[in-house]
């Protein structure tokens, strides 16, 4: 009996020991398992949101409610910066200005969206891109951005054209440093974003001026930065709209204006010697814009101004009695002028040059560049080949 206990004792002993590592290990797993559903909710919110902004920006210009208003092609909502879940018009800062606050999710028709830790999503926009105030500046696919991102140290590539021109936040669960324990908002603790932002976001800064703005991404698991980051650049729009079956007729429309108007448009700067004068495009001139389809002069206007960067207009030198030849021969057609269009950069060019090289390539470039009355190249727009140069006979 004796040497029964003498084998009993150590057996229970064993028995708990393996127990308690059992214990210990599913414990370790349970928490593992848990921060992995966790940071998974968390990254399906931002991919969400992201794909709703792309979206939104991507048919600004053809939602019925944006018609007789700022009916731009990339335009992105003001955040919510009051806790009403809808862009918040009234506080979006001066033009040009990046915002910061959450997620519109309502303007965007989203349910309301949360982290793995039930916190809603932050949003900041760059100042031009944002509805309001309207920008006045050029909006297109060469548009920069004004975020620069650093995931865990590393810079988006590329310069101003890869930086962000939308940044998402998803601020998981409160530091030792944060109170969110106050108020009884819907998403967070008052109803004004400025005072919840230090609350909340550790690696984001206030904003509120047209500088390049810094937001550093953090680590779920890290003590002082634990936002995880999503972003939109001014490529990932124009991506989503260039494969859209209207963009090609939205792009048509632009040199539809101009075409109707190219023998009364006004010299501007001949680029090339010859018998053709090349020639810039007025910049700040839309008084030979008129109206196209269903879209009125002020419409025209607008478009005409953020894509006129694009074009060249190439245009065959009156003879002495003041007739206008037909000295530009395309693809074998006789025409007085040309109407060439670059298309999206190629990744050898840099827009913030406003050279030829910068919006040309290939046979294009090579005829604009030395006064050339021959041209071949594509007549419509292909979305299968972006960055190719569109041609337009005019006589």
Partial sequence: MKQQRGFILPLLMAILLIGGLLYHFDAKRLASDLARVRLERT???LAEA???LI????TYHLMPDHSATNPRLGLLPCPDTDGSGSATLTDCKSMNDAVLGRLPYRTLALPRLVDGDGECL??????RIKNNPLPNEALNWDTPGQFAVTPFGASLPGGPSSRAIAVLAAPGRPLASQDRSAGGQTCGASSDASIDRPRFLEGTPAMGDPTLQTIQAGDPSSPANNDLVAWVT???IFDRAARMSTFGAYLGTISDAIAAAHPTLSKVATEAPGPVEVESLPTGDTSFVGPVGTLDADDMARRYLDWQAMYRYV???PDAAGNVPQCLDLNGTLCQAILAFGGRRAPNQDRSSTSLAAYFEGTTLAAL?????????????????????VL???N
């Fill in 122 to 127: 932050w949003y900041a926009v760059a100042g």
């Fill in 50 to 52: 992201r794909e709703a």
């Fill in 369 to 389: 560049s030395t006064g050339s009355t021959h041209f071949e190249g594509p007549t419509t727009w292909n979305p299968d080949a972006p960055t190719a140069d």
């Fill in 392 to 394: 337009r006979c005019l």
């Fill in 43 to 45: 990254r399906a919110a």
């Fill in 55 to 58: 979206a939104h920006a991507a």
């Fill in 234 to 236: 001014i490529d990932d």
């Fill in 315 to 317: 245009r065959c030198v």
